[in-house]
C-alpha cells in the first residue's frame, strides 16, 4: 500500500504527463507573448488624427481641410509617412475668409505602435484658441472673432503685437438655408464662440459691435452628417486703424 505522500506524488505527476501528451496549448495571452497578427495601433490614419489632437487641447474640434469651405480657419492633413502617417494641423486667422492672413502650422509623425513624434512647429503667434472647450467633441461650428489691424502699418514678417485682437461679448448668431435664425451664442473674453447644430447647411453671422466697424462677412459653412467635432469658422472684424 503506498503511503499517502508518495501516492499524491504519483497522481500529480499522471496529470502532468496526460497534459503533456494531449497536445492542448495555453490560451493564447494567457501568461505569455502576444498572439501574432494584432492589430497595429493606431490601425487608420483617423487614428492617427485623433492621437494629435488627444495631446493638445487646443487640437479640439479641428476637422480635415475642405478645400471648397469658405472661411475655414483650422484644418488637419494626413498623409502616409515613413513609419506610419503624418499629421500637420494648421490654424489660421485674420481675415480667413481671404485665406487666412497669418497662419501657425504643427506637424507630427505617428508610427504604427501608436507613438507621436513632433517633427516641427512654424509660423506666426501669438496663436488666438479657435476650438473653445464647449465645442469639442460635438457637430456644430466653434471658432474666434478678432479685430484688426491693431497696428497702423502691417509689417513683414508680422509683429506679434501687432496680431488681431479677440472680440469679446460678439453676438454670433447661425440662420438655416432658408434665412431662419436656429442658434447664436456670446463670444468670451478670449473671442472664442461654439455652437452645436445639426447636420446642413447654415450661415454664421456676427452682429454689430461698439467701437468697430460693420460687421464680419457672413460665412457658409456645411455641417456634415456623422460630425462628431465642430467645423471651425472665424469671423473679422475692422478696427478702422489705418
Not at 494648421?90 to 485665406?99: L, N, P, Q, S
Not at 492672413?101 to 509623425?109: A, E, K
Request: aromatic share 4%; proline share 11%; net charge negative.
Amino acid at each position: 500500500m503506498l503511503r499517502p505522500t508518495r501516492h499524491a506524488a504519483l497522481l500529480v505527476a499522471f496529470a502532468l504527463l496526460f497534459a503533456a501528451c494531449s497536445g492542448v496549448a495555453p490560451a493564447p495571452g494567457a501568461g505569455g507573448a502576444p498572439s501574432p497578427g494584432a492589430s497595429p495601433v493606431p490601425a487608420t490614419a483617423e487614428d492617427a488624427v485623433r492621437l494629435v489632437k488627444a495631446i493638445n487641447p487646443r487640437f479640439a474640434g479641428i476637422v480635415a481641410l475642405q478645400p471648397d469651405l469658405i472661411g475655414q480657419s483650422a484644418w488637419y492633413e494626413v498623409s502616409p509617412g515613413t513609419v506610419g502617417w503624418q499629421v500637420r494641423i494648421t490654424i489660421g486667422w485674420g481675415d480667413c475668409e481671404a485665406g487666412c492672413i497669418s497662419r501657425h502650422v504643427w506637424t507630427y509623425d505617428v508610427s504604427r505602435d501608436g507613438t507621436v513624434s513632433q517633427v516641427s512647429e512654424t509660423g506666426d503667434v501669438p496663436v488666438p484658441s479657435i476650438a473653445p472647450v464647449p465645442g469639442a467633441g460635438r457637430p456644430g461650428v466653434a471658432g474666434t472673432v478678432l479685430a484688426g489691424p491693431v497696428c497702423p502699418v502691417e509689417k513683414n514678417p508680422p509683429d506679434p503685437a501687432c496680431a488681431d485682437r479677440p472680440v469679446a461679448g460678439a453676438a454670433v448668431i447661425v440662420r438655416d438655408a432658408s434665412g431662419k435664425e436656429v442658434a447664436r451664442a456670446t463670444t468670451g473674453a478670449d473671442g472664442t464662440y461654439a455652437i452645436g447644430l445639426a447636420p446642413g447647411a447654415y450661415t454664421v453671422e456676427a452682429q454689430p459691435v461698439a467701437g468697430l466697424m460693420g460687421t464680419p462677412a457672413p460665412v457658409a459653412v456645411t455641417v456634415p452628417a456623422g460630425a462628431t467635432d465642430a467645423v471651425a469658422v472665424d469671423l473679422s472684424y475692422d478696427t478702422g486703424i489705418r
